[in-house]
């Protein structure tokens, strides 16, 4: 959902070139992520990871497994 924070804990991909996507676009196990918006019928998915905006498709978005954070507070 928008205003979640995620990390990611793995990429269920098997396909080489989309793994190697998915971490150039900084999606990597460890990494930190905020989604900051959705697309009509869910795509893209728009999320905030290294401090780039990147955009996902439903394909790709659903490659990566996250574990969600509690949000913080204030």
């Given at each position: 959902?928008v205003g ?15 793994v ?15 989604v ?11 999320v ?24 913080r507070?204030?």
């Amino acid at each position: 959902a928008v205003g979640e924070e995620a990390t990611v804990v793995a990429l269920a991909e098997t396909d080489a070139a989309v793994v190697g996507w998915l971490v150039e676009q900084g999606l990597a196990p460890g990494a930190e992520l905020s989604v900051l918006e959705r697309g009509p019928g869910g795509e893209p998915l728009v999320v905030l990871v290294c401090g780039e905006r990147r955009f996902l498709g439903r394909a790709p978005a659903q490659a990566v497994l996250v574990h969600r954070r509690e949000p913080r507070s204030a």
